[in-house]
């Protein structure tokens, strides 16, 4: 008896575990910072994903949410340096997709980008917004 007991528990002791392995991460992928572009496009390596973008593969990436000023203005170039400084080439991020909609028209993944820092996180397009060099855009 007590060993049908054991044996019918076991599953439900085991499935927080299947759980986390799945899914216990917000986040979609990780990818490298190969190079930035501007204010609000990353060229990046995806190192891991749940499937979708597939690794190993180099994309463009666009913050989703924020529209950065362009780098013909003055707060553009600050921008894309405070990017820059935040997302070196080699910089590990971490992704969460767009919901509904994995890509813009010109082909870029649209992704809200969380950097590690610490025992916490920097989400960039809001840090993009706190300093006033990105205005909030709905993609």
Do not use: N
């Not at 927080?16 to 190079?35: C, I, N, Q, Y």
């Not at 997709?97 to 992704?111: E, F, S, T, V």
């Amino acid at each position: 008896m007590r060993r049908l007991l054991v044996l019918g528990l076991l599953p439900l002791l085991l499935l927080p575990l299947a759980l986390r392995g799945r899914g216990g991460t917000p986040f979609h992928f990780s990818a490298e910072v190969v190079k930035v572009i501007d204010g609000d496009t990353l060229e990046v390596r995806i190192l891991e994903s749940r499937g979708w973008p597939a690794p190993g593969r180099v994309e463009k990436l666009r913050l989703a949410g924020v529209d950065a000023f362009e780098l013909s203005e003055a707060r553009g170039v600050l921008a894309r340096a405070l990017v820059d400084s935040l997302c070196p080439p080699g910089e590990r991020i971490y992704g969460r997709l767009k919901p509904g909609r994995a890509r813009d028209p010109y082909g870029r993944i649209l992704a809200r980008v969380y950097l590690r820092r610490g025992k916490g996180w920097v989400d960039l397009g809001e840090e993009l917004l706190e300093r006033k060099l990105a205005r909030r855009w709905e993609d």
